[in-house]
């Protein structure tokens, strides 16, 4: 695959977006590992009866893929952080990346179709062009990603007794408000049960993510031109965090100073889409979702919600502490905000929307997503460093760090790199103190957690307060422009530095590099760094292995395994059957990772499998 020289990305890119922070740039996704990579193809999707009107989405699914009943492709991302200022929670994301998360293109920078999103049949055979059929949907350019080419465009087809027929289009642009399209559908070639919509957008390959978002789409008879107004209330962008400044820590981190790390207030975001004022009556709930503990319920809170405008919703935070986890084992914070009824015609799927605070055995300031990729413009005889600014309430024991790597052309899987810790660093009258430093680490891009964890080699005592932790490139070597993970959704200090030039200086970009402590003996993903592992609470037989393995946990609890391959790729997925048995022969020969979840955690690190 073609290897653009730094300098020359780092010129379009300043070029095309202006994203020029001193020595450290901002880059579009190569990957998403967010993105299941198991394809249900156009075949397997497909319905054998048609959907009657009115058809509607506004993509409130808490899956990554589009809903089977209304569509017939999964090439589109259905998320709730590429998007800005959303008219519902949800939205459909067409970018450069196909189903599996990965470039349509890997070496030709041109323009060329990317993803679709196509419906599932539509029977319009028992209408006519004069029921006053109408298509509404809501598109956003750039979103939180980069922005499309002028070159490059979202277009909408609509499906023929025999062909797809272009019926609307619009050029890239940068980001701007969701903006309505409605188009009537007047032509009697669409009257038939076979009528599908199809979403399409055209990608500048390679050097850019090309983003568009998609919301709210709807089918329906008996509309006109001006039917534009939506009488639905809903949630739109994340409520905030629970904690005031981490996103994620261990509960007993928490608990040692809970007044300090406990946000004042949770807030949450409600939009009225209608032309009309309401009363919303919204509530939060709140429960330790582990042992189902209750721990708040905040009910009978009215709001007087203007027209077409969206209203910060404010709940003062909850002091109850459920009972203690096991050290370093999780506990999470169910917070569910709903809307009761506001009237017969208010959408349902959108009246609630969830916020789980996460405590397990790292430090976080990111939400597990990335929407854009990070890297240092290395001197050449010098090394590039970051470091990430933390602080502990009691002492702790450091075994770990988890990266999320944004993926380059071509990988980076043969760069190396070192993991370095600090009590303090050279910055604002501070002085360097490295206190652990691991070295010849290579990068690995894993969609377990979507990060990759390495284990130290040996535990490094913290006591409380302030530490740093961060990586090392060398000088005089292939190992520059690694690319990391960005949550640009972070608000609030990003607690980054770098160093390029022998000098620390404060990180300019906005977002969260997510780069995460790991504490204790539990680690969330693979570890790359280590030899043969055995997990404590479950097993791996026989290894190496032809056709079938088994797996046992020790646990009475569903169990979801991957088997995942060192590019980070996964496999294979599913329920562990109560047997405990894997078919594995339809993979190739060869080494792969094994992870067990249970209700989404892993119990243990993963176990190597070798595939003979």
């Known amino acids: 695959m073609l290897k653009l020289p730094v300098a020359f990305i780092v010129t379009l890119l300043v070029m095309h977006t202006g994203k020029l922070c001193a020595q450290e740039y901002l880059l579009p996704l190569k990957d998403n590992p967010v993105v299941d990579v198991v394809d249900k193809t156009d075949k397997k999707a497909r319905k054998t009866t048609a959907i009657s009107l009115p058809f509607f989405e506004d993509f409130t699914t808490y899956s990554v893929k589009p809903d089977e009943a209304k569509w017939v492709d999964n090439k589109v991302y259905i998320n709730n952080t590429m998007c800005v200022n959303p008219i519902s929670r949800g939205v459909a994301t067409f970018d450069a990346l196909n189903q599996f998360g990965l470039p349509y293109e890997a070496v030709n920078s041109n323009s060329k179709y990317a993803d679709s999103l196509t419906s599932q049949r539509i029977d319009l055979s028992t209408h006519v062009p004069s029921d006053s059929i109408y298509l509404s949907f809501f598109y956003q350019p750039q979103g939180n990603g980069f922005y499309p080419e002028p070159e490059d465009s979202l277009m909408l087809f609509m499906r023929t007794t025999n062909a797809w027929t272009l019926v609307w289009s619009t050029p890239g642009n940068t980001l701007q408000p969701f903006k309505q399209v409605i188009l009537p559908v007047t032509d009697s070639n669409y009257f038939h049960d076979g009528f599908q919509i199809r979403f399409v957008n055209k990608a500048t390959m390679v050097l850019n993510d090309d983003v568009w978002n998609v919301d709210y789409i709807k089918l329906d008879a008996n509309r006109g031109i001006n039917d534009t107004a939506i009488n639905d209330v809903a949630y739109t962008i994340q409520p905030t965090s629970f904690l005031s400044d981490y996103t994620s820590m261990p509960f007993h981190q928490y608990k040692a100073d809970a007044n300090t790390e406990r946000a004042v207030n949770m807030e949450a975001y409600i939009r009225n889409n209608g032309t009309t004022g309401n009363n919303v009556n919204h509530?939060?709930?709140?429960?330790?979702?582990?042992?189902?503990?209750?721990?708040?319920?905040?009910?009978?809170?009215?709001?007087?919600?203007?027209?077409?405008?969206?209203?910060?919703?404010?709940?003062?935070?909850?002091?109850?502490?459920?009972?203690?986890?096991?050290?370093?084992?999780?506990?999470?914070?169910?917070?569910?905000?709903?809307?009761?009824?506001?009237?017969?015609?208010?959408?349902?799927?959108?009246?609630?929307?969830?916020?789980?605070?996460?405590?397990?055995?790292?430090?976080?300031?990111?939400?597990?997503?990335?929407?854009?990729?990070?890297?240092?413009?290395?001197?050449?005889?010098?090394?590039?460093?970051?470091?990430?600014?933390?602080?502990?309430?009691?002492?702790?024991?450091?075994?770990?760090?988890?990266?999320?790597?944004?993926?380059?052309?071509?990988?980076?899987?043969?760069?190396?790199?070192?993991?370095?810790?600090?009590?303090?660093?050279?910055?604002?009258?501070?002085?360097?103190?490295?206190?652990?430093?691991?070295?010849?680490?290579?990068?690995?891009?894993?969609?377990?957690?979507?990060?990759?964890?390495?284990?130290?080699?040996?535990?490094?005592?913290?006591?409380?307060?302030?530490?740093?932790?961060?990586?090392?490139?060398?000088?005089?070597?292939?190992?520059?422009?690694?690319?990391?993970?960005?949550?640009?959704?972070?608000?609030?200090?990003?607690?980054?530095?770098?160093?390029?030039?022998?000098?620390?200086?404060?990180?300019?970009?906005?977002?969260?590099?997510?780069?995460?402590?790991?504490?204790?003996?539990?680690?969330?993903?693979?570890?790359?760094?280590?030899?043969?592992?055995?997990?404590?609470?479950?097993?791996?037989?026989?290894?190496?292995?032809?056709?079938?393995?088994?797996?046992?946990?020790?646990?009475?609890?569903?169990?979801?395994?991957?088997?995942?391959?060192?590019?980070?790729?996964?496999?294979?997925?599913?329920?562990?059957?109560?047997?405990?048995?894997i078919q594995i022969g339809g993979l190739h020969s060869g080494m792969y990772f094994v992870h067990i979840t249970i209700e989404g955690l892993e119990p243990e690190q993963p176990q190597k499998l070798i595939k003979i």
């Open 283 to 581: 509530n939060l709930v709140a429960k330790e979702v582990i042992s189902n503990s209750n721990l708040s319920s905040n009910t009978g809170n009215n709001l007087a919600l203007s027209a077409n405008n969206t209203s910060t919703v404010s709940f003062t935070n909850y002091t109850t502490l459920p009972a203690a986890p096991q050290k370093n084992h999780p506990s999470i914070f169910e917070n569910k905000y709903y809307i009761e009824s506001v009237s017969a015609n208010d959408r349902k799927e959108n009246d609630t929307i969830v916020h789980n605070q996460i405590f397990h055995n790292y430090l976080a300031y990111d939400d597990g997503t990335a929407e854009k990729s990070y890297f240092l413009n290395q001197f050449p005889t010098l090394p590039g460093k970051t470091a990430i600014e933390y602080h502990l309430n009691e002492p702790d024991t450091l075994n770990g760090i988890s990266i999320y790597f944004g993926r380059q052309l071509p990988l980076a899987t043969n760069k190396y790199f070192s993991v370095a810790v600090y009590s303090d660093i050279a910055f604002n009258g501070g002085t360097e103190k490295l206190i652990f430093q691991e070295d010849f680490l290579n990068p690995v891009y894993s969609v377990v957690n979507h990060m990759w964890t390495y284990k130290f080699n040996k535990p490094v005592p913290l006591p409380a307060g302030t530490f740093y932790i961060g990586t090392i490139q060398p000088a005089l070597s292939s190992s520059d422009s690694l690319y990391f993970g960005v949550d640009v959704n972070r608000v609030g200090a990003n607690h980054l530095y770098y160093n390029v030039l022998n000098t620390w200086q404060s990180s300019n970009i906005t977002g969260a590099l997510m780069i995460r402590p790991v504490f204790g003996t539990v680690f969330p993903s693979a570890v790359a760094n280590t030899g043969e592992t055995k997990g404590g609470n479950w097993s791996l037989t026989p290894n190496p292995a032809t056709d079938i393995v088994t797996v046992k946990v020790n646990s009475d609890r569903e169990k979801h395994y991957e088997i995942v391959d060192v590019q980070g790729r996964v496999m294979m997925r599913g329920v562990l059957r109560s047997d405990g048995k």
